[in-house]
Each structure stands twice: as structure tokens, then as C-alpha cells.
């Protein structure tokens, strides 16, 4: 691994763990075992440092993201919200660290990349309604606001989890499907049925126990 890439890796555990204002480079070149001299040369400051993790994060999430839409229907959609799920926990301090958050340049790539992702869940759903698993749109705009819905919960449910140690994953997922599963088609239920296997769909279709307690942090 060249040393570029292992001041990456460990300056982003370091950011996950402590936050992205409390690490400077001369303890993260300590960690590392480098001068700050060498970790400055890769990376001049904090802010580049930043720019190299954030380019890195998402140069991956494009390529996971090439990937899944060659997969049909549920499994596309499947896996575009994992993917989300995935990289939250992975670059943790990118999606929750205040400082981070608004930076000017990660704001503008995250509404590129918000744009992205609910575009490609609209994708995913006029996919699915053109190989009969999905029924036509009843009401216009309905599945604009699933698609908007989708993303609104991939991407702040890894924050709540931190927060709350008793929601899951799969919590949010099991709520994701319940937004798509009331439109599906006979044909689209027995897809899922067959993708995900008749347990995963019995799981989701137990009532989500809502206990305030677990997202109110006030």
C-alpha cells in the first residue's frame, strides 16, 4: 500500500473515532510512524487531507454504483441503499462531523451525489414497473417522493444508529419496503419473494415498534 493511501486509511479511523477538528497531523503522523515533514508532503494541510478521503469515498461509491445498476429491479434497488449504508459507516465523520458537513466543497459534491442516488432509485422503480413488478403510478408524483424518501432515510439512519445503539439496519430497510411493497405487482411480490427468500419478507412485514425513546436525543 503506498504511504499516500495508508495516511488516508488511518487519518479517516482517526476522524471516525475523535472527529475531524480534534486530530492534527503531527499526532496522526505519530501514529503513522512518519515525519509530519513526509505526511506534509502528500497533504499539506488538513483541508487537503480532507479533499483526498472525500475524492476517495466517492471514486468508490461510483464504481459499487456502475456495478448495481446492471442488476435488475429489486436487487438494483437493494443494493443502492446498502451501498449508502455501507460507506456511512466506513467514512463515518464525512456524513455527521458538523465541521465536515459544511465545508463548501463536500456540499456541493453531496448534492451532485444526492441527485445521483435519487435518480437512480427512479430508475430502479421504472425498471421494476416495466417487467410488471411495480403497478403504474396511481397518483403522479408518488413515486418522486419514494424515490426522495429513500434517500432521506439511507442517508441520516446511520447517524441515528450511532446515536442510538438499539436501531438497526435493518429497521431502516424493513421501512424503505414498506414504502415500495404496497405498489408491488402479484408478479413483483413473488420476485421479491424469490430474491430475498420468505423469511426476510415475513421479518419486514411485522409493524415497525416505534419507541420515541431511540430518536429523540433531547
Not at 476522524?15 to 480534534?22: H, M, Q, W
Amino acid at each position: 500500500m503506498k504511504t499516500r493511501e495508508k495516511i488516508m486509511n488511518e487519518a479517516t479511523k482517526a476522524f471516525n473515532k475523535s472527529g475531524f477538528s480534534a486530530v492534527n497531523l503531527f499526532e496522526l503522523a505519530n501514529t503513522l510512524g512518519i515525519s509530519r515533514g513526509n505526511l506534509t508532503y502528500h497533504f499539506k494541510d488538513k483541508e487537503s487531507l480532507l479533499k483526498g478521503i472525500s475524492d476517495q469515498m466517492w471514486d468508490k461509491i461510483e464504481k459499487e454504483r456502475a456495478k448495481s445498476r446492471q442488476l435488475p429491479s429489486f436487487e438494483n434497488l437493494h443494493n443502492e441503499v446498502q451501498l449508502y449504508f455501507k460507506f456511512q459507516k466506513q467514512y463515518s465523520f464525512i456524513f455527521q462531523d458538523p465541521h465536515v458537513l459544511n465545508n463548501q466543497m463536500l456540499r456541493k459534491k453531496f448534492k451532485e451525489m444526492t441527485s445521483h442516488f435519487i435518480n437512480d432509485i427512479k430508475a430502479g422503480i421504472a425498471f421494476s414497473i416495466s417487467i410488471g413488478n411495480v403497478k403504474e403510478e396511481q397518483f403522479p408524483g408518488t413515486y418522486n417522493n419514494i424515490a426522495f424518501l429513500t434517500w432521506l432515510i439511507a442517508f441520516y439512519w446511520n447517524s441515528k444508529e450511532n446515536v442510538c445503539n438499539e436501531i438497526s439496519i435493518k429497521d431502516g430497510e424493513k421501512i424503505i419496503w414498506s414504502l415500495m411493497i404496497p405498489h408491488f405487482t402479484d408478479k413483483g411480490m413473488q420476485s421479491f419473494k424469490k430474491f430475498f427468500g420468505e423469511d426476510y419478507f415475513n421479518e419486514i412485514s411485522k409493524p415497525f415498534e416505534v419507541n420515541l425513546s431511540n430518536y429523540i436525543s433531547f
